[in-house]
Structure formats: C-alpha cells, structure tokens
C-alpha cells in the first residue's frame, strides 16, 4: 500500500482501522477536501480514520489519522500533495495526516467503522 507521510511515500502493510476521526475541526477540514474532491472525477469516495500499522498497540494516545480516498486513477501524488496543503493550512507544523489510496479491500474495511465524508454523485 502506497501512502504519504510528510510528504515522503512509503509503502504500508497491515493496516487496522479503528474508527472515524470527527470531531468539529475535522468538519470544517472535510468540507475543505469536498471542495477540492468535487472538482475531481477520478474520486469515488473519502473517509477519514484512525488505524494503526502493524503490531502497534491503539490507545487514546497512540493512532495515526488517515485520510483514505478511492481515486480511479490510483495513486496521485499530485492530489496527495493538495490535500495535505489543505490539512497544514489549519494545523501546526508538528501535526500530519497520512494520506491512503484504498482499493475495494481497503473500502469494505474501512466502511465498517466509518461512514464516507465524501462520495460521488
């Protein structure tokens, strides 16, 4: 799985999603995403969760924030970049989303624990 970490791409193995991250910054922030998704027919769909990698142990404390979103065209880095723009323009330097973009496998999972903030008409 090819995903963004402050702005470096990596590849990630053995995600868990645990649960939607929202809250009411994380609206705002999804509202700004939407913008820039809707102006993008390759987007099927966004979540944003918390997830974890490998054998890390999930704690209040201790997740990572994903940003997952379905993309016909697969990875973009292009677009990986203008979301990321989006997220730094409201938090400080020292906060970061990852960015994944899931394939089916990822959607069913994730679409267990949380409900898309965006998906195309």
Request: proline share 2%; with cysteine.
């Amino acid at each position: 799985i090819n995903k963004l970490f402050r702005n470096k791409s990596f590849q990630a193995t053995d995600i868990s999603f645990i649960c939607e991250q929202d809250g009411p910054t994380e609206k705002e922030l999804k509202k700004e995403w939407c913008a820039l998704f809707e102006k993008r027919t390759s987007i099927l769909s966004a979540y944003l969760v918390r997830a974890r990698y490998g054998d890390q142990k999930y704690s209040q404390d201790n997740f990572d924030v994903i940003l997952c979103i379905k993309n016909t065209n697969g990875n973009d880095p292009r677009l990986a970049q203008e979301t990321a723009s989006i997220f730094s323009s409201r938090f400080n330097k020292d906060e970061h989303v990852d960015i994944l973009f899931i394939n089916d496998g990822h959607e069913f999972k994730i679409k267990e624990i949380a409900n898309a903030f965006y998906k195309k008409c």
